[in-house]
């Protein structure tokens, strides 16, 4: 079992940023690929970034690259994402996610473990 605790979120305005982490508990957590989701009021789940296990190679949706970023610190077993010039439709509950796949995956199906989430509310 994987434990994922994430914090950082708030309430914010548009153009701030904000850094939310994902602390990891459990089995050996540089074995995972970590991800981060969203989910806006009424909106499925959807993909936001990935970081392989080492750290090394990074992924994000379409609709975040340039603004997000996302990293790892594996001693610390905590995955970080940062969030520049906040949108008002960045508004959603974020998870942190683990997948015990090799490789770097975009779907929920892929991801073993969820945390219970972080509310983020951009007001314009």
């Known amino acids: 079992q994987v434990q994922l605790v994430e914090s950082g979120g708030g309430l914010t305005q548009a153009g701030a940023s904000l850094r939310l982490s994902c602390a990891a508990s459990?089995?050996?957590?540089?074995?995972?690929?970590m991800g981060w989701f969203r989910q806006a009021p009424g909106k499925g789940r959807e993909f936001v970034a990935a970081?392989?296990?080492?750290?090394?190679?990074?992924y994000y949706a379409d609709s975040v690259k340039g603004r997000f970023t996302i990293s790892r610190d594996n001693a610390k077993t905590t995955v970080y994402l940062q969030i520049y010039s906040l949108k008002p439709e960045d508004t959603a509950v974020y998870y942190c996610a683990a997948s015990g796949r090799s490789i770097v995956v975009r779907t929920t199906s892929a991801y073993d473990y969820w945390g219970q989430g972080t509310q983020v509310t951009v007001s314009s």
């Open positions: 970081i392989s296990r080492s750290g090394g190679n990074t």
């Open positions: 459990g089995r050996t957590f540089s074995n995972y690929v």
